[in-house]
Antibody
Framework: EVQLVESGGGLVKPGGSLRLSCAAS????????MTWVRQAPGKGLEWVGR??????????DYAAPVKGRFTISRDDSKNTLYLQMNSLKTEDTAVYYC????????????WGQGTLVTVSS | QAVVTQEPSLTVSPGGTVTLTCGSS?????????PYWFQQKPGQAPRTLIF???NKHSWTPARFSGSLLGGKAALTLSGAQPEDEADYYC?????????FGGGTKVTVL
């Protein structure tokens, strides 16, 4: 069974930093492209960024609002995805979801339950 | 960055059929955009209904189907049930990013 479990959310002041983690199981993590998606309160889904598998280059792409402030990384030895968030703004307040599109038993598209990040003074 | 458009809201009668669409500001949506459709109910995480235009997830009810229609991605719900009332989002893939549509709120009434 595919499981994605996010952690690390909480309350942080504007300008602060936070690191989110996503523990993955049930699939071959090192082969997976991993993605972070966020959802501000009462708003729609927003793609934050993704990291390719190392075999595909291991590079990351980011949405414009977070580029230069957020960094996605992975530790394949721990089956864990990370999102380092720096210079946080109030508009970064959202539930952050970890997702993957790796094919498992013939289907794609798995989500975690999310972790809430609140940026407020 | 591309803009992905969806109907803000749609209403369907119980047992009825409704089609949601997903368009791209860059032109026609094709299979190369690998369209995804997600369902989200209040207080829950999104879950994948359709991937790569037409493929269903293991939990996707048979009444949902995905297609490419008139230059857009489409999600058709045939035989709507009260439990289908939810927000639906599409996601399109571009060269270096993915972009969500703004979502469609489907009411079963």
């Amino acid at each position: 069974e595919v499981q994605l479990v996010e952690s690390g959310g909480g309350l942080v002041k504007p300008g602060g930093s936070l690191r989110l983690s996503c523990a993955a199981s049930g699939f071959t993590f090192n082969n997976a492209w991993m993605t972070w998606v966020r959802q501000a309160p009462g708003k729609g889904l927003e793609w934050v960024g993704r990291i390719k598998s190392k075999i595909d280059g291991g590079t990351s792409d980011y949405a414009a609002p977070v580029k230069g402030r957020f960094t996605i990384s992975r530790d394949d030895s721990k089956n864990t995805l990370y999102l380092q968030m720096n210079s946080l703004k109030t508009e970064d307040t959202a539930v952050y979801y970890c997702t993957t599109t790796i094919m498992v038993q013939g289907v794609k598209g798995y989500w975690g339950q999310g972790t809430l990040v609140t940026v407020s003074s | 960055q591309a803009v992905v458009t969806q109907e803000p809201s749609l209403t369907v009668s119980p047992g009825g059929t409704v089609t949601l669409t997903c368009g791209s500001s860059t032109g026609a949506v094709t299979s190369d955009h690998y369209p995804y459709w997600f369902q989200q109910k209040p207080g829950q995480a999104p879950r994948t209904l359709i991937f790569d235009s037409t493929n269903k997830h293991s939990w996707t009810p048979a009444r949902f189907s995905g297609s490419l229609l008139g230059g857009k991605a489409a999600l058709t719900l045939s035989g709507a049930q009260p439990e289908d009332e939810a927000d639906y989002y599409c996601l399109l893939s571009y060269s270096d990013a993915r972009v969500f549509g703004g979502g469609t709120k489907v009411t079963v009434l």
